[in-house]
């Protein structure tokens, strides 16, 4: 429920991606600083710091669903640190 009201807030979909979370937002605070709405900015941060939070809480307790890009950067990132950790010398 709070999820959706948040997301309602910024005019983005449930399942916008971190950088479309962040494009928005970036965009909604610069529209209220030029036009000096200080609420309105709070207002935005304030979503998008809960938005993301809440996000985190999924991760950690497992709830949260990857999807395949997600996957696929997880790879690349553990194939990277595989390198590294062979590469000086430190086999398992």
Do not use: L, M, N, P
């Given at each position: 429920m709070e999820n959706s009201k948040l997301h309602r807030e910024l005019g983005i979909a449930e399942d916008s991606s971190y950088e479309e979370i962040t494009a928005v937002t970036q965009a909604l605070i610069?529209?209220?600083?030029?036009?000096?709405?200080?609420?309105?900015?709070?207002?935005v941060e304030v979503a998008k710091d809960r938005i993301l939070q809440l996000r985190l809480n999924e991760r950690l307790a497992g709830l949260a669903t990857l999807t395949k890009e997600a996957r696929a950067q997880s790879r690349v990132e553990e194939d990277e640190y595989v390198f590294i950790y062979v590469e000086r010398g430190f086999v398992p």
């Open positions: 610069r529209q209220a600083e030029a036009s000096g709405d200080i609420k309105k900015k709070i207002k």
